[in-house]
T-cell receptor, first 114, second 110 residues
Framework: KAGVTQTPRYLIKTRGQQVTLSCSPI?????VSWYQQTPGQGLQFLFE???????NKGNFPGRFSGRQFSNSRSEMNVSTLELGDSALYLC?????????????FGPGTRLTVL | QKEVEQNSGPLSVPEGAIASLNCTYS??????FFWYRQYSGKSPELIMS????GDKEDGRFTAQLNKASQYVSLLIRDSQPSDSATYLC??????????FGTGTRLQVFP
């Protein structure tokens, strides 16, 4: 099975711009979660989507949004970029079996805001 | 108090030794516990999951869970230089939202 794919792998934007990141989960996985990783804050949960519905949300401002399509692919959008948004954005694809869920990460998108 | 706490390290062990990584969590309702390995510049890779008290072994890795003490550990036997990475402990207190510790950097020297 192919793993989680994320595009683009690298992005450079300037303050005030917006950005859209894409994630394709492992085939058959219906849940997609997004995380932000920075040296100072570590890995922080952004949101989770399941069957096109946001099921869980972290403590990030409304500038961070996401959606999921019927084929389980997901996008996240960050509007009005700030310098502090520079981070590695990770998408995780989830499989639930026997009531237990495991999450597998994609390679990430490294966003630099200048 | 942080939800998931780990010693940031670095933890330095000689090749062939046992590396012991520890993690504590604050939310007693947590049901699922994971260890991820992250090499520099790469994304986290799931190496162990554990759901019930006791030990779980997979190759050179052993995860240990003690829910009463709210403590999870990872033992790496016969450590190799290729095990040098940051090890992230993660728990799911509610739903499928993973809460991560800040990670422990492991260095295995020849």
């Amino acid at each position: 099975k192919a793993g989680v794919t994320q595009t683009p792998r690298y992005l450079i934007k300037t303050r005030g711009q917006q950005v859209t990141l894409s994630c394709s989960p492992i085939s058959g996985h219906r849940s997609v979660s997004w995380y932000q990783q920075t040296p100072g804050q570590g890995l922080q949960f952004l949101f989770e989507y399941f069957s096109e519905t946001q099921r869980n949300k972290g403590n990030f401002p409304g500038r961070f949004s996401g959606r999921q399509f019927s084929n389980s692919r997901s996008e996240m959008n960050v509007s009005t970029l700030e310098l502090g948004d520079s981070a590695l954005y990770l998408c995780a694809s989830s499989y639930t079996g026997q009531g237990r869920t495991e999450q597998f990460f994609g390679p990430g998108t490294r966003l630099t805001v200048l | 108090q942080k939800e998931v706490e780990q010693n940031s390290g670095p933890l330095s062990v000689p090749e062939g030794a046992i590396a012991s990584l520890n993690c504590t969590y604050s939310d007693r309702v947590s049901q699922s516990f994971f260890w991820y390995r992250q090499y520099s510049g790469k994304s986290p890779e799931l190496i162990m999951s554990i759901y019930s008290n006791g030990d779980k072994e997979d190759g050179r890795f052993t995860a240990q869970l003690n829910k009463a003490s709210q403590y999870v550990s990872l033992l790496i036997r016969d450590s190799q230089p290729s095990d040098s990475a940051t090890y992230l402990c993660a728990v799911t207190p509610r739903g499928d939202k993973l809460i991560f510790g800040t990670g422990t950097r492991l260095q295995v020297f020849p």
